[in-house]
């Protein structure tokens, strides 16, 4: 209702994977990702490669920003880095803010 005040906006999510090896990081039980959100919320983010989910976690943004977010290695994630050099990945971000406006984003990398 616009007599409340202006119009929101609506919840943006950006997702960058920053450099990683697979070699030196397979004893890591984490893929680090970059995020940047515009909102506070809640940030379901979700990577596969062609074999399936190999790392999820449901993040809460409690302020706008860029932040270093860890998303845990499935037991598929961590079988699939223990045996390729690189693996190409997609990852989803499904956000909601405090309002429950939601947005979706995905992105697609190579991890390796």
């Known amino acids: 209702d616009p007599s409340f005040g202006t119009t929101l906006k609506p919840p943006r999510v950006t997702l960058m994977l920053p450099a990683q090896q697979i070699t030196s990081d397979r004893s890591q ?3 680090d990702l970059a995020l940047h959100a515009s909102f506070q919320g809640l ?6 490669d062609r ?4 790392a999820q ?4 943004q409690l302020h706008p920003g860029t932040h270093r977010v860890p998303i845990q290695l499935t037991r598929l994630g961590k079988r699939d880095l223990n045996t ?10 499904s956000a909601r803010d405090l309002l429950a406006t939601t947005t979706t984003t995905t992105t697609h990398a190579t991890l390796g």
């Open 29 to 31: 039980d984490s893929i």
């Open 43 to 48: 940030v379901d983010i979700t990577i596969s």
């Open 51 to 54: 074999h399936g989910v190999i």
């Open 57 to 60: 976690t449901a993040y809460p």
């Open 84 to 93: 390729h050099q690189t693996i190409p990945i997609t990852i989803r971000a």
